[in-house]
Protein backbone atom coordinates (compact mmCIF):
# COMPACT_ATOMS: atom_id res chain seq x y z
CA UNK A 1 0.00 0.00 0.00
CA UNK A 2 1.33 3.52 -0.89
CA UNK A 3 2.42 5.75 2.33
CA UNK A 4 -0.71 7.80 1.60
CA UNK A 5 -3.42 5.00 2.08
CA UNK A 6 -1.76 4.12 5.21
CA UNK A 7 -2.04 7.40 7.06
CA UNK A 8 -5.53 8.09 5.21
CA UNK A 9 -6.96 4.55 6.24
CA UNK A 10 -5.10 3.22 9.39
CA UNK A 11 -3.81 6.62 10.84
CA UNK A 12 -6.37 9.11 10.28
CA UNK A 13 -4.59 11.89 8.99
CA UNK A 14 -6.56 14.27 6.87
CA UNK A 15 -5.22 15.10 3.18
CA UNK A 16 -4.76 18.86 4.24
CA UNK A 17 -2.47 17.89 6.88
CA UNK A 18 -0.90 15.24 4.18
CA UNK A 19 -0.32 18.34 1.18
CA UNK A 20 0.73 20.62 4.44
CA UNK A 21 3.58 18.32 5.01
CA UNK A 22 5.29 17.94 1.71
CA UNK A 23 5.56 21.37 1.32
CA UNK A 24 7.95 21.37 4.33
CA UNK A 25 11.23 19.61 3.84
CA UNK A 26 11.51 16.50 5.95
CA UNK A 27 7.76 16.77 6.54
CA UNK A 28 7.48 13.29 5.58
CA UNK A 29 9.94 10.39 6.23
CA UNK A 30 10.19 6.71 6.23
CA UNK A 31 12.97 4.90 8.38
CA UNK A 32 15.01 8.21 9.03
CA UNK A 33 14.75 9.35 4.69
CA UNK A 34 12.16 11.65 2.91
CA UNK A 35 9.75 9.91 1.36
CA UNK A 36 6.89 10.85 -1.14
CA UNK A 37 3.31 9.93 -0.32
CA UNK A 38 3.03 8.01 -3.62
CA UNK A 39 5.76 5.53 -2.27
CA UNK A 40 4.92 1.92 -1.26
CA UNK A 41 5.26 1.14 2.54
CA UNK A 42 6.09 -2.26 4.23
CA UNK A 43 5.33 -3.68 7.79
CA UNK A 44 7.92 -2.32 9.94
CA UNK A 45 8.59 1.09 8.21
CA UNK A 46 9.56 3.84 10.59
CA UNK A 47 6.77 7.00 9.44
CA UNK A 48 7.36 10.35 10.90
CA UNK A 49 5.62 13.43 10.31
CA UNK A 50 7.11 16.85 11.22
CA UNK A 51 4.88 19.81 10.94
CA UNK A 52 7.22 22.12 11.75
CA UNK A 53 5.18 25.15 10.96
CA UNK A 54 3.45 24.12 14.41
CA UNK A 55 6.00 22.62 16.13
CA UNK A 56 7.49 26.03 17.72
CA UNK A 57 6.56 26.09 21.74
CA UNK A 58 4.40 28.98 23.01
CA UNK A 59 6.31 31.96 24.13
CA UNK A 60 5.79 32.36 27.94
CA UNK A 61 3.67 35.09 29.16
CA UNK A 62 4.45 38.41 30.51
CA UNK A 63 1.49 38.42 32.17
CA UNK A 64 0.20 36.40 35.69
CA UNK A 65 -3.49 34.75 35.50
CA UNK A 66 -5.11 34.02 38.88
CA UNK A 67 -5.24 30.15 39.73
CA UNK A 68 -8.42 29.10 41.72
CA UNK A 69 -8.17 25.51 42.04
CA UNK A 70 -5.02 23.63 41.30
CA UNK A 71 -4.00 19.36 41.04
CA UNK A 72 -1.96 16.96 39.45
CA UNK A 73 -4.56 16.30 37.07
CA UNK A 74 -5.90 20.03 36.64
CA UNK A 75 -5.58 23.62 37.01
CA UNK A 76 -8.32 26.44 36.70
CA UNK A 77 -7.94 30.24 36.08
CA UNK A 78 -9.76 32.86 36.30
CA UNK A 79 -9.30 34.25 33.11
CA UNK A 80 -9.70 37.72 32.04
CA UNK A 81 -12.42 38.36 29.35
CA UNK A 82 -10.87 39.96 27.13
CA UNK A 83 -7.63 37.26 27.23
CA UNK A 84 -7.96 35.07 24.25
CA UNK A 85 -7.18 31.54 25.01
CA UNK A 86 -4.82 30.54 22.67
CA UNK A 87 -2.55 32.12 20.01
CA UNK A 88 -4.42 33.09 17.00
CA UNK A 89 -4.11 36.34 14.01
CA UNK A 90 -3.20 39.30 16.22
CA UNK A 91 -2.57 37.38 19.52
CA UNK A 92 1.12 35.51 19.84
CA UNK A 93 2.16 36.07 23.36
CA UNK A 94 -1.35 37.29 25.10
CA UNK A 95 -3.09 34.14 25.54
CA UNK A 96 -3.45 31.95 28.38
CA UNK A 97 -1.72 29.50 26.35
CA UNK A 98 1.15 31.11 26.94
CA UNK A 99 0.85 32.08 30.56
CA UNK A 100 0.18 27.97 31.08
CA UNK A 101 3.36 27.34 29.30
CA UNK A 102 5.21 30.08 31.70
CA UNK A 103 3.89 28.45 34.50
CA UNK A 104 4.47 24.79 33.34
CA UNK A 105 7.34 24.73 30.66
Do not use: W
Amino acid sequence: MTLEQFLRRHKGVSHRMLVRLKRIPGGICCNGAPIRTIDPVRYGDEIVLTDRENASALQPAAVSVPVLDETDSYIIYNKPAHMPVHPSQGHHSDTLGNVFAAQFP
